[in-house]
């Protein structure tokens, strides 16, 4: 069972460059969200969706970008990496928004130097 | 807007104690879940147990347990005969129902169990 999958799980960056975090879902779940952890803060919400086509801001968005063309797939771009963005970053899915039981990835660690 | 807050960054107890990590959270919701998740080492995030907020009955699964207090806005984890594998980070997470359509964590505890 692959449930939601998060690449790379290791990522350095340099400032100004761009990237894409890949996550994937098989579980046929209407809602995925991308979250950051930094020490202290907890996970703090930077997107979300609640089904394809559509997708919403949260706490922190500033600086990514998602897209959500199929229920499977809901990747994060990083527009233009900053020091700031080093975190740890979790993709998770729910079956809808009505059932909170979230699912994660395994997370990916990103440096930007 | 959501909060939650856990007021113990850091607590280490010995093998086989009964431990109990706090939350309080603060919503404007009447309908909405409250969750524990466990962090290891490995960064995986694991469900360790739900509550319903429309159900009083308190949830347990296994050695885990919750005290919710809704008036009191607490929602407290206490894990019996604590064991080696329970180290972690936990974290306490608040869902609204209706409305803000976010999973809004509080900051974590770091749990170590000490042989």
């Known amino acids: 069972n692959a449930g939601v999958t998060q690449t790379p799980k290791f990522q350095v960056l340099k400032t100004g460059q761009s990237m894409t975090l890949q996550c994937a879902q098989d579980?046929?779940?209407?809602?995925m969200s991308w979250y950051r952890q930094d020490p202290g803060m907890g996970l703090r919400l930077i997107h979300y969706?609640?089904?394809?086509?559509?997708?919403d801001q949260g706490e922190v968005p500033n600086g990514y970008n998602v897209s959500r063309s199929t229920t499977e797939d809901f990747p994060l771009r990083l527009l233009s990496a900053a020091p700031s963005q080093t975190s740890v970053y979790f993709c998770?899915?729910?079956?809808?928004?009505?059932?909170?039981?979230?699912?994660f990835g395994q997370g990916t660690r990103l440096t930007v130097v | 807007a959501q909060t939650v807050t856990q007021s113990q960054p850091e607590m280490s107890v010995q093998e086989a104690e009964t431990v109990t990590l706090s939350c309080t959270y603060d919503t404007s919701e009447s309908n909405y879940y409250l969750f524990w998740y466990k962090q290891p080492p490995s960064r995986q995030m694991i469900l360790v147990i739900r509550?319903?907020?429309?159900?009083?009955q308190n949830a347990t699964e296994n050695r885990f347990s919750v005290n919710f207090q809704k008036a009191a806005k607490s929602f407290s984890l206490k894990i019996s005969d604590s064991q080696l594998g329970d180290t972690a980070m936990y974290f306490c997470a608040h869902w609204a129902i209706q409305g803000a359509q976010k999973l809004v964590f509080g900051q974590g505890t770091r749990l170590t169990i000490n042989p």
């Open positions: 579980m046929n779940h209407e809602y």
């Open positions: 998770a899915s729910s079956s809808s928004w009505r059932n909170a039981e979230a699912f």
């Open positions: 509550q319903e907020a429309y159900k009083q």
């Open positions: 969706s609640v089904g394809a086509g559509i997708t």
